[in-house]
């Protein structure tokens, strides 16, 4: 045989430039990888469904954040029992979700570790005070008032949790709308409907009347005047501050509405001193949050407004008439008194949280102190002494000047949120110069909760941040609170 010779394959050109046909037996050519066959999507027809999303097992804590927070945002003008409920349950949750790692934002963490010290402290002066001494432990309802104090801790982790605020925000509005008009209708009419006895409302604190006229002290939903107005001071701060910053029209009609609510809500429970502090913030707003001429010069007129009321309403005239006389050397002066005898027989240590009323109805020989005045002294700062000593006053002012510093800090990066809280604080601090707030707690509570939020809502600045945009973007003038910077639009003019 002789050499090897190539042969053409099928394709490839022979020798003498003729092309070889491909023949039956020749191997067939590697196509490379195939193609799938035409299906019913290729043909026309609809393309399979996508694969199910399956959803994560179990509640995030987003959820039940959400949830409780909205209803808090609700029994904050409902009822005392339904609020203290919803906050207890709000603290134990707390404490699971601080188990599963959750954390506060770093300008919270003050306030809320010193929330759960204070609360620490006055649950367990009543032990202290009894080892040296003290004749008894208080009542258990009174006792476990500490963890009101605690509850501002709660409100602010809880809020820290929540991606959506509509349904928190729209419950509190509608809340203080709906209060109103109840408020009217038992201001202008006897209430005569039976209330269930296992409410517990105080139907006769609505047939109250004032100075002669034919017209009765509105309590709400409450049936309580003062658990009313003090509840509208606490939502005034961040209604009015909502409603004088630049946001979407539906959240400004909204914020406004809800700052008349407050104010009606106010002068018709015959407030004297709810009254005085909601005229001090309206100013305080016209001045700080806003430099329009004529935003300041509607603000104004409202006050005027609240006064000429008063001033008309026999009911009120006789209520301011005797203010002063009242605060100066009335009854509150009399518990003024009492509060500062049991401060000079225990002054380090106090008479235990929740002895306040035993301590002072035991000095009553000596101070003339009644049953009805003997159950605080008409000052926060007294009341907390009192009980609790030197260690829980102390505790009280890190709060309150932690708290206060960090909504002001917030304040400055443009929170709206933050800034109402402010002023709210002002609020709880003009009211606790005649009146122990923490004696009711749906008022402890109520502020509560507007304080919590404030400290962790993100306002527009986390959302602005987050879209690379300015923290606050709306270029205002620099006019707010002491130190207190431009606004933002408030969760992006979301309510």
């Known amino acids: 045989m002789g050499p090897h010779r190539h042969r053409p394959r099928a394709g490839e050109r022979r020798a003498d430039g003729a092309v070889r046909r491909r023949r039956p037996s020749d191997p067939r050519p590697d196509p490379g990888p195939r193609r799938p066959a035409l299906g019913s999507a290729r043909l026309g027809a609809a393309p399979p469904p996508p694969a199910r999303v399956v959803r994560s097992?179990?509640?995030?804590?987003?959820?039940?954040?959400?949830?409780?927070?909205?209803?808090?945002?609700?029994?904050?003008?409902?009822?005392?029992?339904?609020?203290?409920?919803?906050?207890?349950?709000?603290?134990?949750?707390?404490?699971?979700?601080?188990?599963?790692?959750?954390?506060?934002?770093?300008?919270?963490?003050?306030?809320?570790?010193?929330?759960?010290?204070?609360g620490g402290w006055q649950a367990v002066s009543p032990l202290i005070a009894r080892a040296l001494g003290a004749p008894g432990l208080p009542p258990a309802a009174l006792w476990l008032h500490c963890l009101d104090t605690a509850a501002l801790a709660a409100a602010a982790l809880l809020g820290a949790q929540v991606l959506r605020w509509t349904w928190p925000a729209a419950l509190f509005v509608a809340g203080g709308l709906l209060s109103l008009g109840l408020s009217a209708v038992q201001h202008a009419v006897r209430w005569s409907i039976p209330i269930p006895a296992f409410l517990r409302l105080p139907v006769g604190r609505v047939h109250e009347t004032f100075g002669g006229e034919d017209?009765?002290?509105?309590?709400?939903?409450?049936?309580?005047?003062?658990?009313?107005?003090?509840?509208?001071?606490?939502?005034?701060?961040?209604?009015?501050?909502?409603?004088?910053?630049?946001?979407?029209?539906?959240?400004?009609?909204?914020?406004?509405?809800?700052?008349?609510?407050?104010?009606?809500?106010?002068?018709?429970?015959?407030?004297?001193?709810?009254?005085?502090?909601?005229?001090?913030?309206?100013?305080?707003?016209?001045?700080?949050?806003?430099?329009?001429?004529?935003?300041?010069?509607?603000?104004?007129?409202?006050?005027?407004?609240?006064?000429?009321a008063a001033l008309v309403s026999p009911g009120w005239h006789a209520r301011l008439g005797a203010a002063i006389e009242n605060f100066a050397g009335g009854e509150r002066a009399l518990a003024r008194g009492a509060g500062w005898d049991l401060v000079h027989q225990h002054p380090w240590l106090g008479v235990g949280f929740g002895n306040y009323r035993a301590a002072a109805l035991g000095r009553a020989s000596v101070t003339g102190i009644t049953d009805q005045l003997s159950r605080d002294a008409h000052s926060i700062a007294l009341t907390t002494w009192a009980e609790s000593g030197l260690p829980g006053l102390v505790l009280w002012v890190l709060l309150h000047?932690?708290?206060?510093?960090?909504?002001?800090?917030?304040?400055?990066?443009?929170?709206?949120?933050?800034?109402?809280?402010?002023?709210?604080?002002?609020?709880?601090?003009?009211?606790?110069?005649?009146?122990?707030?923490?004696?009711?707690?749906?008022?402890?509570?109520?502020?509560?909760?507007?304080?919590?939020?404030?400290?962790?809502?993100?306002?527009?600045?986390?959302?602005?941040?987050?879209?690379?945009?300015s923290v606050d973007g709306e270029g205002l003038p620099g006019a707010a609170l002491p130190g207190v910077g431009a606004g933002s639009r408030a969760a992006g003019g979301r309510p």
Not at 69 to 95: H, K, M, N, T
Not at 262 to 270: A, D, H, K, P, Q
Not at 408 to 414: I, P, V, W, Y
């Open 57 to 118: 097992a179990g509640v995030s804590p987003a959820r039940v954040a959400t949830v409780l927070l909205a209803a808090w945002a609700a029994a904050f003008w409902l009822a005392e029992g339904l609020l203290q409920g919803v906050a207890d349950l709000a603290l134990v949750v707390s404490a699971v979700l601080v188990l599963r790692g959750a954390t506060l934002p770093p300008d919270a963490r003050l306030p809320a570790r010193a929330a759960l010290a204070l």
């Open 215 to 308: 017209r009765y002290a509105a309590g709400g939903f409450f049936f309580h005047r003062l658990r009313l107005a003090h509840a509208s001071v606490a939502a005034l701060g961040p209604a009015v501050a909502t409603a004088l910053r630049p946001a979407a029209v539906r959240t400004g009609v909204l914020a406004a509405a809800l700052t008349l609510s407050c104010l009606g809500c106010i002068v018709l429970s015959y407030a004297r001193a709810a009254l005085l502090t909601a005229a001090l913030l309206v100013a305080l707003a016209a001045v700080a949050v806003t430099r329009s001429a004529r935003v300041r010069t509607v603000l104004g007129a409202l006050v005027l407004v609240l006064g000429a």
């Open 401 to 469: 000047a932690a708290l206060l510093r960090a909504l002001l800090r917030r304040a400055r990066k443009g929170n709206t949120v933050a800034l109402g809280a402010a002023l709210s604080w002002i609020g709880y601090q003009t009211l606790g110069l005649a009146h122990h707030l923490p004696f009711h707690p749906s008022v402890a509570l109520g502020f509560a909760l507007v304080w919590g939020v404030g400290l962790v809502y993100p306002g527009s600045a986390l959302r602005g941040s987050a879209h690379g945009g």
